[in-house]
């Protein structure tokens, strides 16, 4: 029996199609391409760890409020004892009564009118001081 010239073309065809299917799965299978990996997080309140982290990170955002809070307090009382210090100089000395009232209205009894009029006189008085200063820099020169 003989096979036919056509019938051997589709053959050798055919065997070399599965060769070269051969070789392309032998080379994938030697060098794969990588796969895209998609993770996906779900985060559930209900879950310990998620609760966790959150009443952690309250905790700690409630302790810097509170801690930001006594250092802006402590910084505005430094800013009412260099102004009652200020003014004390501005009168040059003052007595024990004039003491009592500087504390009755930076601390007791608070009264903002009476602190804005102390803040001008002292400013009126470094002001002046700054001028007696310049003209007597300005009399040295000459």
């Given at each position: ?125 470094d002001l002046e001081l700054k001028q007696k200063a310049d003209s007597l ?6």
């Open positions: 029996m003989r096979i036919k010239d056509e019938e051997a073309k589709s053959i050798d065809k055919l065997v070399a199609s599965v060769l070269t299917m051969l070789h392309e799965w032998q080379e994938q299978k030697e060098h794969p391409q990588p796969q895209e990996q998609i993770h996906r997080h779900s985060f559930d309140i209900k879950s310990s760890k998620v609760f966790t982290t959150m009443v952690s990170v309250s905790m700690l955002c409630f302790v810097s409020l509170v801690g930001n809070y006594f250092l802006w307090q402590s910084k505005q009382q430094y800013k009412d004892d260099a102004l009652k210090f200020r003014i004390i100089r501005v009168w040059r000395g003052c007595s024990p009564k004039e003491i009592l009232w500087l504390n009755d209205v930076f601390d007791i009894h608070r009264n903002e009118i009476a602190i804005k009029n102390i803040k001008k006189k002292t400013d009126g008085y820099m300005q009399r040295k020169l000459k």
